[in-house]
């Protein structure tokens, strides 16, 4: 990778500027990849196994080269609009930051959202014999060709509510956090836009929980606390952020 290479693919005017900072990270479920610079720049970058293995070597030595060339043109662009970049107090602009951060971590949105991805994980840790029994009941449905049913669609369907149930898991809290963060220090736009990839993901979360309870409906119970647990965290949030529903997104809004 080198800084000409980036300034290139930049000036591509089929890219939307901003498209990836507001989205959910799911390119194989994106219609978006082809207006997305930060794709491109990963397909290419990582276009091997080995380079997207967070335990290989091969991985991590070429997310340090990414990061030296995008430290370069920080400074590149610091200095073409006159900054000095080391008059700035870099110390005490990372305690400030830190100490937003663990205020944004210990809020009671956050710690909702942190709750959310146990419970995800405790649901599904105990739910190993549900799906090989759901597994078996749709394995008997082809083999008897019973009439009025789907097994494979069926099938495919409960794939897709677990897919989407797990993507957003970690994703919701992370966003909350920056969100906060971001509203600390009056980032109101940054702010803004992650709480509404946030109210984005626990729509689809809630949506895909709803799926599953009609998959598995003696477990309704436990799936609705797990909705209603999650519906509450979204009224929450979007009592915090206000704005987040009417915030446009690069290319998705």
């Not at 005490?92 to 809020?107: Q, S, V, W």
């Not at 009025?148 to 669609?153: L, T």
């Amino acid at each position: 990778m080198d800084k000409e290479y980036i300034k290139k693919l930049a000036e591509n005017p089929n890219f939307i500027p901003g498209i990836y900072n507001y989205c959910d990270r799911w390119c194989e479920r994106c219609p978006m990849t082809s207006r997305c610079m930060n794709y491109a720049l990963s397909e290419e970058e990582l276009d091997n196994p080995q380079a997207r293995d967070i335990n290989n070597e091969s991985f991590w030595k070429k997310m340090s080269e990414i990061l030296q060339v995008t430290l370069e043109m920080v400074k590149e662009a610091a200095q073409e609009q006159g900054i000095d970049l080391d008059s700035l107090d870099g110390k005490l602009a990372a305690e400030e930051y830190e100490k937003n951060r663990d205020i944004a971590e210990d809020h009671e949105c956050s710690r909702a959202a942190k709750s959310y991805s146990q419970m995800v994980k405790n649901w599904f840790d105990s739910a190993e014999e549900l799906f090989e029994g759901k597994a078996e009941d749709l394995s008997l449905q082809v083999q008897l060709g019973l009439p009025n049913s789907n097994p494979v669609g069926e099938a495919a369907g409960l794939k897709d509510s677990v897919d989407v149930i797990r993507w957003y898991q970690h994703f919701i809290y992370v966003k909350l956090v920056r969100a906060i963060t971001g509203s600390l220090e009056e980032v109101s736009q940054d702010s803004a836009g992650s709480a509404k990839i946030a109210l984005i993901a626990m729509d689809r979360s809630i949506a895909a929980w709803g799926q599953m309870s009609q998959h598995f409906p003696q477990h309704k119970d436990n799936i609705l606390d797990i909705l209603v647990h999650l519906d509450r965290l979204r009224g929450k949030a979007e009592e915090l952020f206000p704005d987040a529903r009417g915030f446009i997104r690069p290319g998705f809004d």
